[in-house]
């Protein structure tokens, strides 16, 4: 049996066009010219069942994926099926009902419960899925915001070499992470995140903090943070509610998957809580301390931004606080952060 999809490579962004074949006891992953991408028993693969015809996906032990381009095929490995997903199955429209004449109790039960099985969810997300989930993200993005950055190639890679020499002293996996410059005059001075690592760098925040690369270090450090604490998957998956768990209840990791992933857009429109703000504000100072880098460049990267009180830039500086607030415990914070 022969499978048409996309490969994604482990632990990085990186993805190829790719065939899967099923043997009577492995399943093989071949590229488009023939060279094997990966080989495992079957036995041995973590497998979503796909229920509400989702997308199909195969994760593999090594970290690696794939995932059909026929949202309709199912895979047919039954042996790693739960009962619970069996019994859904057989059972879907008692299942739907129960979840349709209660929706109101649902709602009440995961108000409570949702905010604190978050983190699970999310920590079962697979590095594939973030970057499926991302390029759908980038995806709306560029339609809605796209315009060409109007840095020049030394502008980027001088910040792109000092992020990436800055990770690597960190300890951290510089390949995980990828920056994007964007004029994106409409979201004004701002930055922010993908699932996947990917950090996008609006061209008014370069140029803000251009005479200061530490403090806009202090920037990306910050927008790290987040990406290392599943912050961005953590608002989407409370702000969608109950689709989320029950994909999550039965195994249906590609469901949930695409479930955030048609949140696209709401991402970047969405603030973060003040616990995950702090979060990541306490990651991009204890980066810096790390690094040998005074907290005085992260205070001033902040009051720099909140200090935008002319006309034009004032309206930039709002589009910037709608998504990451600036409040005075904030800059308190860092004020009495002990290197």
């Given at each position: ?57 195969i ?92 840095l ?30 964007f ?12 699932p996947?690592g ?120 709002l589009k ?20």
């Amino acid at each position: 049996m022969e499978i048409i999809g996309t490969f994604y490579y482990p632990k990085s962004s990186k993805t190829q066009s790719a065939k899967l074949y099923f043997g009577k006891s492995s399943i093989k992953v071949f590229a488009n010219d023939g060279s094997t991408l990966v080989s495992e028993d079957i036995n041995q693969i973590k497998k979503n069942l796909q229920i509400f015809n989702t997308q199909s996906e195969i994760n593999f032990t090594n970290g690696a994926c794939f995932i059909a381009s026929d949202r309709n095929i199912k895979i047919p490995i039954e042996s790693n099926v739960s009962f619970f997903n069996r019994l859904l199955i057989k059972n879907k429209k008692i299942f739907v009902t129960v979840f349709l004449i209660t929706p109101f109790s649902l709602w009440i039960a995961l108000s409570l419960v949702l905010p604190i099985i978050s983190d699970s969810i999310v920590n079962r997300i697979p590095d594939s899925s973030k970057s499926y989930i991302s390029e759908k993200i980038f995806e709306e993005f560029s339609e809605n915001y796209y315009v060409k950055s109007s840095l020049t190639q030394a502008q980027k890679t001088n910040i792109i070499n000092y992020f990436n020499n800055s990770l690597d002293r960190l300890g951290l996996d510089k390949n995980k992470y990828k920056l994007l410059f964007f004029k994106a005059e409409e979201i004004g001075v701002n930055a922010f995140a993908f699932p996947d690592g990917t950090i996008v760098l609006t061209d008014s925040m370069v140029l803000l903090l251009e005479d200061n690369p530490k403090a806009l270090l202090s920037i990306l450090l910050h927008e790290v943070g987040h990406v290392e604490n599943n912050h961005g998957l953590k608002l989407m998956v409370e702000s969608i509610g109950y689709g989320i768990v029950i994909s999550y209840l039965i195994g249906d990791i590609q469901g949930f998957t695409e479930i955030l992933s048609t949140s696209g857009i709401f991402l970047m429109q969405a603030s973060f809580s003040r616990e995950h703000e702090t979060e990541a504000d306490v990651f991009s100072l204890e980066s810096l301390n790390k690094l040998g880098i005074s907290k005085d460049n992260f205070m001033h990267a902040f009051e720099k931004i909140s200090n935008q009180n002319n006309a034009e830039d004032f309206e930039k500086y709002l589009k910037y606080i709608s998504t990451h607030p600036i409040t005075e415990d904030r800059i308190k914070l860092a004020k009495e952060y002990e290197n």
